[in-house]
T-cell receptor
Framework: RKEVEQDPGPFNVPEGATVAFNCTYSNSASQSFFWYRQDCRKEPKLLMSVYSSGNEDGRFTAQLNRASQYISLLIRDSKLSDSATYLCVVNMAAGGSYIPTFGRGTSLIVHP | NAGVMQNPRHLVRRRGQEARLRCSPVKGHSHVYWYRQLPEEGLKFMVYLQKENIIDESGMPKERFSAEFPKEGPSILRIQQVVRGDSAAYFC?????????????FGDGTRLSIL
């Protein structure tokens, strides 16, 4: 079983749609969680951290469910510019340090 | 306010040569991470370093690959005797301190092509 799993997609949605991605993780000792965005052949960029109580940043909402070991990202009112790969990142405890572990990413395509 | 700086952006090597990839973290960041991304694949953790120390190299191939982060200067990822399978994008990231809640800041990456 992979440590961080994501549905690779692609999710193909029209502009204005609401879309949600999930990400599951296997290590219950995981401490912190992030969503990154990666455009084709570019570096990953931090989209948002994920807090235990859930958090929102404009059209983006992130939630954490520790009991079921998954995090989610909800995008409302999708824009063409939201087309990208969304990476789930989990900082996992490993021998006294925390190692960021990336999912393979979920591809989102927003079309007119 | 420079972010993570990687160079070169593109590197071409012939099989059997050495490749050296450099990464200067965000000013004040003392933690550096290297990742490899193969075409159509996700990011794979390679190594985590602090100044003068390798903290975790569980993702590094056992042979030909090495990394360092000296007291002065950039972090270096070194690949000896490169093979075609080493062709990938290599990303470096940095964070300001240890601890679970630190997001990483990524450089633009080095695209390594092996002829």
């Amino acid at each position: 079983r992979k440590e961080v799993e994501q549905d690779p997609g692609p999710f193909n949605v029209p502009e204005g749609a609401t879309v949600a991605f999930n990400c599951t993780y296997s290590n219950s000792a995981s401490q912190s969680f992030f969503w990154y965005r990666q455009d084709c052949r570019k570096e990953p960029k931090l989209l948002m951290s994920v807090y235990s109580s859930g958090n929102e940043d404009g059209r983006f909402t992130a939630q954490l469910n520790r009991a079921s070991q998954y995090i989610s990202l909800l995008i409302r009112d999708s824009k063409l510019s939201d087309s990208a790969t969304y990476l789930c990142v989990v900082n996992m405890a490993a021998g006294g340090s925390y190692i960021p572990t990336f999912g393979r990413g979920t591809s989102l395509i927003v079309h007119p | 306010n420079a972010g993570v700086m990687q160079n070169p952006r593109h590197l071409v090597r012939r099989r059997g040569q050495e490749a050296r990839l450099r990464c200067s973290p965000v000013k004040g960041h003392s933690h550096v991470y290297w990742y490899r991304q193969l075409p159509e694949e996700g990011l794979k953790f390679m190594v985590y370093l602090q100044k003068e120390n390798i903290i975790d190299e569980s993702g590094m191939p056992k042979e030909r690959f090495s990394a360092e982060f000296p007291k002065e200067g950039p972090s270096i990822l070194r690949i000896q005797q490169v093979v075609r399978g080493d062709s990938a994008a290599y990303f470096c990231a940095s964070s300001p301190m240890a601890g679970a809640n630190q997001p990483q800041h990524f450089g633009d990456g080095t695209r390594l092509s092996i002829l």
